[in-house]
């Protein structure tokens, strides 16, 4: 009996599938459904089994259940017949699958060979199905504060091994990413949120990089990293500006300065302010300056011509944006370079030619000739330690590795590198309509950016007249709005009310903390304290800005949803019933999996109360700021 004619019109219903691909499939060669022992259906896979022969389901329900814990994200490497994912999400109540198969035609196999109208109904389960590895990266993003497993069946694993080694590459550099992320996160969420408040003056008369989107289409882009073969680029830089427009890196400015150019556009997005080191000593008036609303303050005093802000990627930046012309979002892979790419993609540019985005250490040297990074070395150089050591330290610090160059030689990159590849490579992937170009022949090879030469740039049209003139047209029409009283005001607005629901989050979190440390001193019953703890959850997770007092808290959170049961203070004398997070900040929550709930609550209560208290004070700067503006008389809390 064929069970497709069953199974299909569920299968029409899932957005993840396409029905019609599925029925132009037929079963693949060597794939043989047999009855098993218990009467199930089994199968065999070029003459090797697929499930067990005797008991295919209690085979799944022993893996299951000795291997994958509730709450967890579990990737299924193969369809199979379906079990192991069935079986999982049946002893799973909140866990999450994904089957992946490279192969519809395995899926269909599957579909024919048993009813499988309840994993095609399960709300929890995700297909990829074939796809290229790195669709799987979006449900890791997905699911990023969720602990993930892979379950693997040998036979089809063997059948499609680089296939399924590609997506363990996906996985490992997911985690090497998440890892960046977080300690990112840790490190300068208190930055980002500072510089923020203090550039809030700026925002009520800025434009959005929506209002440049495509002005420049078809004309070439010369975007200008500070990897080490800039230097071989810049000889010839004042022929090439003739030809394309100039796209720069702040960390690359300096060495553009030393031969007496200056871009015609400049991409800052950096908080920190040794930063903003790159652009001493530059006159940079003709430049237009491309930057994010949680950019370090000194940028804006050191650059003081046109500016366009990209929407920011945090969530007090993007509140604070609704009160302002800033549109337009520019991609974020962890470097400044990335975001400069995805402006000249935005712009319309095409090609796009990439010099300095080397990703590696090209002659084992890791930045230009010039750049502050060089020059900051044989500063802080000594005649036991010259600059040579600190270039050998950030070159190690990282675990270098060979990999393949644009020229076919090898040149060493590192993990760090090894991210920011990724992300170009994925987005060579999704906008094939970008043509990328690469003119640094020792630089690691990106698969989406050809290698070209420096002549194959030279020999295009003189395009000069037609960039200053569409970037004086963008001084103009995208100029800055004129700030004026109302838009102050409106702002003004906006933070006050958003300073008072921070307060009150602050307020709910203290009673949260004081329910639990009263339970372990024996001042309440259980009983009561669960009843407020539940209170406190409704409270906070009705919050229309949880996401902004949440975002200080993505660390604590995504080690509590992990496991990691560290904490301050005693464990808690009792445990807590399985419920959300007090404060949902996560694209899909999973209860707390900590031995000791309670204690997990009081983490996140910490935390959400040291976010919402720093949020405040800030706030409150950011609105004695606008009230000292000239002509300005606003109220500040």
């Given at each position: 009996m064929s069970w497709y004619i069953h199974n299909r019109p569920l299968l029409t219903e899932r957005a993840d599938l396409s029905a019609a691909e599925i029925d132009a499939c037929a079963i693949p060669t060597g794939f043989v459904v047999q009855a098993a022992a218990d009467?199930?259906?089994t199968a065999q896979l070029d003459g090797k089994m697929v499930h067990s022969r005797r008991d295919p389901r209690a085979e799944a329900r022993r893996l299951i259940r000795s291997s994958c814990a509730d709450g967890t994200v579990v990737l299924f490497y193969g369809v199979g017949l379906g079990y192991h994912a069935e079986e999982f999400l049946a002893h799973c109540s909140q866990g999450i699958a994904v089957i992946i198969e490279p192969e519809p035609a395995m899926l269909r196999a599957a579909l024919e060979a048993r009813d499988a109208r309840p994993l095609l109904s399960e709300g929890r389960l995700h297909f990829l199905?074939?796809?290229?590895?790195?669709a799987l990266a979006v449900i890791l993003r997905r699911y990023e504060h969720h602990r993930c497993s892979t379950i693997r069946l040998r036979s089809v694993y063997e059948r499609n091994r680089d296939y399924y080694r590609s997506l363990d590459a996906v996985q490992e550099q997911f985690a090497g990413r998440r890892e960046i992320n977080t300690n990112t996160l840790r490190r300068f969420a208190g930055v980002w949120i500072r510089n923020l408040s203090r550039n809030v003056p700026l925002l009520t008369g800025a434009a959005g990089v929506e209002s440049a989107a495509g002005r420049?289409?078809?004309?070439p882009a010369l975007l200008l990293a500070a990897g080490p073969s800039l230097d071989q680029v810049l000889p010839y830089i004042e022929q090439l500006r003739q030809r394309a427009l100039v796209i720069s890196v702040d960390t690359a400015a300096a060495a553009l300065a030393a031969v007496a150019v200056e871009p015609d556009i400049l991409v800052v997005v950096d908080p920190q302010w040794w930063n903003t080191r790159h652009l001493d000593r530059l006159s940079l008036d003709g430049t237009i300056v491309v930057s994010e609303s949680s950019t370090h303050p000194r940028v804006f005093r050191l650059l003081?011509?046109?500016?366009?802000?990209?929407?920011?990627?945090f969530p007090l930046g993007r509140y604070l944006e609704q009160s302002t012309r800033i549109s337009g979002t520019l991609g974020a892979g962890g470097s400044v370079a990335t975001s400069a790419w995805d402006l000249a993609r935005l712009l319309g540019c095409r090609p796009v030619y990439c010099a300095g985005l080397d990703l590696g250490f090209p002659r084992n040297r890791t930045h230009c000739r010039g750049s502050f990074f060089e020059e900051r070395a044989h500063t802080l150089s000594e005649r036991t330690r010259p600059a040579a050591h600190h270039d050998f330290a950030y070159l190690v610090e990282a675990d270098p590795y060979p990999v393949e160059a644009n020229s076919g030689s090898q040149v060493l990159t590192d993990r760090r590198m090894a991210i920011y590849h990724w992300w170009f490579a994925n987005q060579?992937?999704?906008?094939?309509?970008?043509?990328?170009?690469?003119?640094?022949?020792d630089g690691v090879r990106i698969e989406g950016f050809a290698y070209a030469e420096v002549d194959e740039l030279l020999s295009r049209p003189d395009r000069r007249s037609d960039i200053d003139r569409e970037l004086e047209r963008l001084r103009v029409d995208g100029g800055a709005a004129a700030r004026g009283a109302t838009a102050d005001q409106t702002l003004s607005a906006r933070l006050q009310l958003l300073t008072e629901e921070l307060q009150r989050v602050g307020s709910l979190c203290r009673t949260g903390i004081s329910a639990i440390e009263r339970t372990r001193c024996g001042l309440q019953t259980v009983?009561?304290?669960l009843a407020q703890l539940d209170q406190v959850d409704r409270l906070l997770r009705s919050s229309q800005n949880r996401d902004i007092a949440g975002f200080m808290v993505q660390d604590v959170l995504a080690d509590v949803m992990r496991g990691d049961t560290a904490a301050n203070g005693p464990r808690a004398a009792t445990t807590r019933a399985p419920s959300a997070p007090p404060l949902e900040v996560a694209s899909a929550a999973t209860p707390p999996t900590s031995a000791d709930p309670l204690q997990s609550s009081e983490r996140i209560y910490a935390a959400l109360l040291r976010s919402a208290d720093f949020h405040v004070r800030e706030l409150q700067q950011a609105l004695r700021r606008l009230?000292?503006?000239?002509?300005?008389?606003?109220?500040s809390s």
């Amino acid at each position: 009996m064929s069970w497709y004619i069953h199974n299909r019109p569920l299968l029409t219903e899932r957005a993840d599938l396409s029905a019609a691909e599925i029925d132009a499939c037929a079963i693949p060669t060597g794939f043989v459904v047999q009855a098993a022992a218990d009467g199930e259906p089994t199968a065999q896979l070029d003459g090797k089994m697929v499930h067990s022969r005797r008991d295919p389901r209690a085979e799944a329900r022993r893996l299951i259940r000795s291997s994958c814990a509730d709450g967890t994200v579990v990737l299924f490497y193969g369809v199979g017949l379906g079990y192991h994912a069935e079986e999982f999400l049946a002893h799973c109540s909140q866990g999450i699958a994904v089957i992946i198969e490279p192969e519809p035609a395995m899926l269909r196999a599957a579909l024919e060979a048993r009813d499988a109208r309840p994993l095609l109904s399960e709300g929890r389960l995700h297909f990829l199905v074939g796809q290229h590895p790195d669709a799987l990266a979006v449900i890791l993003r997905r699911y990023e504060h969720h602990r993930c497993s892979t379950i693997r069946l040998r036979s089809v694993y063997e059948r499609n091994r680089d296939y399924y080694r590609s997506l363990d590459a996906v996985q490992e550099q997911f985690a090497g990413r998440r890892e960046i992320n977080t300690n990112t996160l840790r490190r300068f969420a208190g930055v980002w949120i500072r510089n923020l408040s203090r550039n809030v003056p700026l925002l009520t008369g800025a434009a959005g990089v929506e209002s440049a989107a495509g002005r420049f289409e078809g004309i070439p882009a010369l975007l200008l990293a500070a990897g080490p073969s800039l230097d071989q680029v810049l000889p010839y830089i004042e022929q090439l500006r003739q030809r394309a427009l100039v796209i720069s890196v702040d960390t690359a400015a300096a060495a553009l300065a030393a031969v007496a150019v200056e871009p015609d556009i400049l991409v800052v997005v950096d908080p920190q302010w040794w930063n903003t080191r790159h652009l001493d000593r530059l006159s940079l008036d003709g430049t237009i300056v491309v930057s994010e609303s949680s950019t370090h303050p000194r940028v804006f005093r050191l650059l003081q011509g046109k500016t366009l802000f990209a929407a920011s990627l945090f969530p007090l930046g993007r509140y604070l944006e609704q009160s302002t012309r800033i549109s337009g979002t520019l991609g974020a892979g962890g470097s400044v370079a990335t975001s400069a790419w995805d402006l000249a993609r935005l712009l319309g540019c095409r090609p796009v030619y990439c010099a300095g985005l080397d990703l590696g250490f090209p002659r084992n040297r890791t930045h230009c000739r010039g750049s502050f990074f060089e020059e900051r070395a044989h500063t802080l150089s000594e005649r036991t330690r010259p600059a040579a050591h600190h270039d050998f330290a950030y070159l190690v610090e990282a675990d270098p590795y060979p990999v393949e160059a644009n020229s076919g030689s090898q040149v060493l990159t590192d993990r760090r590198m090894a991210i920011y590849h990724w992300w170009f490579a994925n987005q060579a992937r999704i906008h094939r309509d970008c043509d990328s170009r690469n003119l640094s022949p020792d630089g690691v090879r990106i698969e989406g950016f050809a290698y070209a030469e420096v002549d194959e740039l030279l020999s295009r049209p003189d395009r000069r007249s037609d960039i200053d003139r569409e970037l004086e047209r963008l001084r103009v029409d995208g100029g800055a709005a004129a700030r004026g009283a109302t838009a102050d005001q409106t702002l003004s607005a906006r933070l006050q009310l958003l300073t008072e629901e921070l307060q009150r989050v602050g307020s709910l979190c203290r009673t949260g903390i004081s329910a639990i440390e009263r339970t372990r001193c024996g001042l309440q019953t259980v009983t009561a304290a669960l009843a407020q703890l539940d209170q406190v959850d409704r409270l906070l997770r009705s919050s229309q800005n949880r996401d902004i007092a949440g975002f200080m808290v993505q660390d604590v959170l995504a080690d509590v949803m992990r496991g990691d049961t560290a904490a301050n203070g005693p464990r808690a004398a009792t445990t807590r019933a399985p419920s959300a997070p007090p404060l949902e900040v996560a694209s899909a929550a999973t209860p707390p999996t900590s031995a000791d709930p309670l204690q997990s609550s009081e983490r996140i209560y910490a935390a959400l109360l040291r976010s919402a208290d720093f949020h405040v004070r800030e706030l409150q700067q950011a609105l004695r700021r606008l009230s000292a503006l000239p002509g300005r008389d606003v109220e500040s809390s």
